[in-house]
Nanobody, 119 residues
């Protein structure tokens, strides 16, 4: 069974930076894409960024463009989310997810890591 484990969350002041990591472990799998989602209290889950595994093509949600960078380490099956110029509205639980090859949607999820940005 594939497991995704996030790390790197925490509390930071407005304008600060954090880097999230997501390690895939357990049974090997082939990913079509991996990404980061977030969910704030009372709000719907939103896609923050994703990266296509084959070619590294990134995608960013409008709210984080120019501030966040997603990257991957192919051999380690690890993805990162470098978050800069953080704002209070970035406060949320951030989830790592993978869309396995053949899956219609993201079908493997991590447990989430809290990111809190204080003003």
């Amino acid at each position: 069974q594939v497991q995704l484990v996030e790390s790197g969350g925490g509390s930071v002041q407005t304008g600060g930076s954090l880097r999230l990591s997501c390690d895939a472990s357990g049974r090997t799998f082939s990913a079509h894409a991996m990404g980061w989602f977030r969910q704030a209290p009372g709000k719907e889950r939103e896609l923050v960024a994703r990266i296509r595994w084959a070619n590294g093509e990134p995608y960013y949600g409008d709210s984080v463009k120019g501030r966040f960078t997603i990257s991957r380490e192919i051999r380690k099956y690890t993805i990162y989310l470098q978050m800069s110029s953080l704002k209070p509205e970035d406060t949320a639980v951030y989830y790592c997810s993978a869309q396995r090859v053949g899956a219609r949607d993201y079908d493997v999820w991590g447990q989430g890591t809290q990111v809190t940005v204080t003003s």
